[in-house]
């Protein structure tokens, strides 16, 4: 299972961290990506982790803004979200697959499990 959280209202500029937690599974085996979803618009990938070699990768459009991070003690992926823009306003979502990546994992159709989704909305 995973479970998103840690959404809300900022404003532009402002910063927001959002939480994964997992549970079921090795933690340590899954990669872990972060997913957004705004109105009318595809679920684009934005950020991944792959917990057994601490890989990441993230989107262009939010490179240098946003980190994803891991807490194994807590089987939790964090993605810490410096600058926010009005254009990252969507709904976040969670998502975990049994991988040990070595490129980006950046594409829906690639991952197994998912959680719900945490609403961000920066406002301008």
Not at 39 to 67: H, M, W
Not at 93 to 114: R, T
């Amino acid at each position: 299972q995973l479970q998103a959280c840690g959404g809300g209202l900022v404003q532009a500029g402002g910063s927001l961290r959002l939480s994964c937690a997992t549970s079921g599974f090795t933690f340590r085996d899954y990669t872990i990506g972060w997913f957004r979803q705004a109105p009318g618009k595809e679920r684009e990938g934005v950020a991944c982790l792959g917990n057994f070699n601490q890989n990441i990768y993230y989107a262009d459009s939010v490179k240098g803004r946003f980190t994803i991070s891991s807490d194994d003690a807590k089987n939790t992926v964090y993605l810490e979200m410096n600058g926010l823009k009005p254009e990252d306003t969507a709904v976040y979502y969670c998502a975990a697959v049994l991988a040990i990546i070595v490129g980006p994992l950046l594409y829906e159709h690639e991952y197994d499990y998912w959680g719900q989704g945490t609403q961000v909305t920066v406002s301008s």
